[in-house]
């Protein structure tokens, strides 16, 4: 697919009402080890709305990994459909998927994995690069997304010479290098104390609300559960509910 075709197919419609900006049909994973066949996903349907906080919980073996990549675009179902934006990725190239995720999606790691041998700025502007962004503009930028998540004065610092929170805060810095319409957090809190988790939150929040960032996160900190839009509770390959926070005693969801 031409990149001129496939960023026509991902500008948003000319339609005020809410959008479907994630889309899943049926999605069904499973991976085959000679004759054993192991089952991740059966028959997952979910659609996310632009601007939405959306979280994805579930015990352990749920499927709640494989969805995370799924919506993610880092990889295709074995049948059923995703639609990031109403592209089809199972239609997509090796390459057109790499132009998909480089400009539509940022990704923020429990495990933050930042280039040790690199600044932090250096760190950001990287996937800058990849959009054919560079040089002065690309630090401008760099800066500003720094001061954005308060930390621009750490800019020349290498990640050893930081914080949990700190790299947290400048994963989150470099996932929005090429202004994503998504961002997807996998347990970005899971590593950090009480105090900072909540400050990241904070920043998420943020993100939606002024940026109008579609944020994905998976997730078992009540904190994050509480700020959601809406809860996705996926249980054997199957998304089972759909929750709203004030609808369930998040207490009791996380105890099961």
Not at 198 to 206: G, H, K, N, S, V
Request: aromatic share 6%.
């Amino acid at each position: 697919m031409d990149p001129a075709m496939l960023a026509a197919l991902c500008a948003p419609p000319d339609d005020p009402r809410p959008r479907a900006i994630i889309r899943g049909v049926d999605i069904a994973k499973f991976y085959r080890t000679g004759a054993v066949e192991t089952h991740a996903l059966r028959g997952a349907s979910l659609e996310i709305f632009a601007g939405e906080y959306v979280s994805i919980m579930g015990p352990s073996g749920s499927g709640k990994s494989t969805l995370f990549n799924m919506v993610g675009a880092l990889q295709k179902p074995t049948s059923g459909k995703v639609y990031i934006d109403q592209v089809d990725i199972a239609q997509l190239d090796h390459d057109e998927l790499a132009w998909l995720r480089c400009r539509k999606i940022g990704y923020v790691f429990q495990t933050y994995n930042l280039l040790r041998v690199m600044t932090c700025l250096e760190n950001v502007t990287m996937p800058m690069a990849f959009a054919g962004i560079d040089g002065e503009a690309a630090r401008e930028r760099g800066l500003r997304l720094l001061e954005l998540v308060g930390l621009r004065h750490r800019a020349l610092h290498k990640p050893g010479e930081l914080s949990g929170g700190e790299q947290q805060r400048f994963a989150i810095a470099r996932a929005l290098a090429n202004g994503p319409a998504i961002v997807l957090a996998d347990e970005p809190t899971a590593n950090l104390d009480s105090k900072t988790g909540e400050e990241m939150i904070e920043l998420f929040d943020t993100l939606k609300r002024e940026l109008g960032v579609t944020i994905v996160s998976a997730t078992h900190d009540l904190k994050m559960l509480e700020r959601s839009d809406r809860i996705l509770w996926i249980d054997d390959g199957r998304i089972s509910r759909v929750m709203r926070p004030s609808e369930v005693d998040l207490r009791k969801e996380l105890e099961r």
